[in-house]
């Protein structure tokens, strides 16, 4: 019986070219749009490509323990340690919710699902940093409202993408058509 996280080889490279190519993209897209959401979408997107193509549990938390690591390494964002927290606690969020909606839905709709339970685990952890910077609960709630609504809409967005970009990596024999996705 294999444990969770114990990956093949090739796994373990597609997590690492994940991680390492949100916060590539990431840093080079450091896009000043005004919307405090924008930066679910690459981070929504390959958690559920990852997934997606490794298809195991643990693959999402893998990827995003590992993108917060190479971001405090290269010095990307600001936060220092801390930004280890902005990658992984929506990626294990993500992970865990896998187990609920494990076979519930069709690809699409869990992949929305999975990553609205990551976008509010990107937004609680926004919540806790308002209340800890001594803002008011008050404008609190509102702060964690509105990024979570601006969050959501771009999860929702590269959520929706990702089907398609599986279906297309297993028309090509990239990935196993076989896999458990």
Avoid at 76 to 99: C, E, N, R, T, Y
Wanted: charged share 15%; net charge positive; proline share 2%.
């Amino acid at each position: 019986m294999r444990k969770i996280c114990d990956f093949r080889l090739q796994d373990a490279l597609f997590i690492g070219f994940c991680a390492t190519l949100l916060v590539v993209m990431k840093s080079m897209l450091r896009l000043k749009l005004g919307l405090s959401g924008h930066s679910m979408f690459l981070m929504t997107f390959f958690y559920l490509i990852c997934y997606g193509v490794v298809g195991r549990l643990g693959a999402i938390t893998s990827c995003g323990m590992l993108a917060g690591i190479v971001a405090m390494t290269l010095g990307v964002g600001k936060g220092g340690p801390l930004i280890l927290i902005k990658f992984a606690l929506p990626a294990l969020a993500m992970d865990l919710s896998l187990i609920v909606f494990a076979g519930l839905f069709t690809l699409r709709w869990r992949c929305i699902l999975v990553g609205l339970v990551g976008c509010f685990a990107w937004a609680v952890k926004g919540w806790v940093e308002d209340l800890l910077v001594g803002m008011t609960l008050e404008v609190a709630m509102v702060q964690f409202s509105l990024s979570m609504l601006k969050g959501g809409f771009f999860t929702v967005l590269a959520a929706t993408i990702v089907p398609s970009v599986l279906e297309r990596l297993k028309s090509h024999d990239l990935i196993n058509s076989n896999g458990k996705v």
